[in-house]
């Protein structure tokens, strides 16, 4: 699984029937440097299926190969990336978690 930050949307013409009317994202991959805010998003970007409504700028961890098509298991769905969670906050040090 990979934090990836979410750059924009894609709209296909065609679709594999199993995906038709699913949103589809463009995201970026992100270092420990970029979750921290130390540094920009890299060249890579990759294609995610989501089912969270995700928005531009959002942060998100991102399952990749096969185990993004598993929350579908028995009806596989074709995908590469599959938006898991939407990450509201990460925090890198345990100094920096909230109190309980």
Same mark, same amino acid.
């Given at each position: 699984?990979?934090? =990836?930050?979410?750059? @924009? $949307?894609?709209?296909?013409?065609? +679709?594999? !029937?199993?995906?038709? @009317?699913?949103?589809?994202?463009? *995201? =970026? !991959?992100?270092?420990?440097? /970029?979750?921290?805010? *130390?540094?920009?998003? @890299? /060249?890579?970007?990759? =294609?995610?299926?989501?089912?969270? *409504? *995700?928005?531009?700028?959002?942060?998100?961890? =991102?399952?990749?190969? +096969?185990? +993004?098509?598993?929350?579908?298991? !028995?009806?596989? $769905? &074709?995908?590469? +990336?599959?938006?898991?969670?939407?990450?509201?906050?990460?925090?890198?040090? &345990?100094?920096?978690? &909230? &109190?309980?």
């Amino acid at each position: 699984m990979r934090i =990836v930050r979410v750059i @924009g $949307k894609l709209t296909l013409s065609r +679709a594999h !029937p199993s995906v038709v @009317g699913a949103r589809w994202l463009i *995201a =970026v !991959p992100l270092h420990l440097e /970029d979750v921290a805010g *130390a540094a920009a998003a @890299g /060249d890579e970007s990759l =294609v995610v299926y989501d089912e969270l *409504a *995700a928005g531009e700028g959002m942060l998100l961890a =991102v399952s990749e190969g +096969a185990e +993004a098509s598993a929350p579908f298991h !028995p009806d596989s $769905k &074709p995908l590469d +990336a599959y938006a898991a969670a939407i990450l509201d906050r990460v925090w890198l040090r &345990p100094e920096d978690f &909230p &109190p309980a």
